[in-house]
């Protein structure tokens, strides 16, 4: 697997949830995403997370979206651009009853 850094220019805008879980959505220019799940130990990072990438942003002269949704569409590429998939992402309660 090839690891190829994108730059945060690319960013064109986030996805979150309003429920209270810790999945953070990243949309590039060029299509595709990355899910990122920020939640550590069982502290929420996703506002940090977001505050930072909106800053870095902004400096570069670029507006970054910010939606809410409890169902997000994002595309991923397998291996190749040509093969690339959607898909859409349903953010449900917990199944033990917490939101």
Known sequence: MKKTPVPIAEISSISLSPKRD???????????????????????RVSELTVD?????????????????????????FFKKKNKKHFFLLITKYLDGRR
Not at 22 to 27: C, G, R, Y
Not at 28 to 34: D, L, R, T
Not at 53 to 77: C, D, R, Y
């Open 22 to 44: 810790t999945v953070l959505i990243v949309h590039f220019k060029q299509g595709g995403a990355m899910i990122l799940d920020v939640g550590v130990d069982d502290h929420n």
């Open 53 to 77: 990438i909106l800053q870095a942003t902004k400096k570069l002269g670029s507006n970054v979206a910010v939606n809410f949704s409890e169902t997000i569409a994002f595309q991923v590429f």
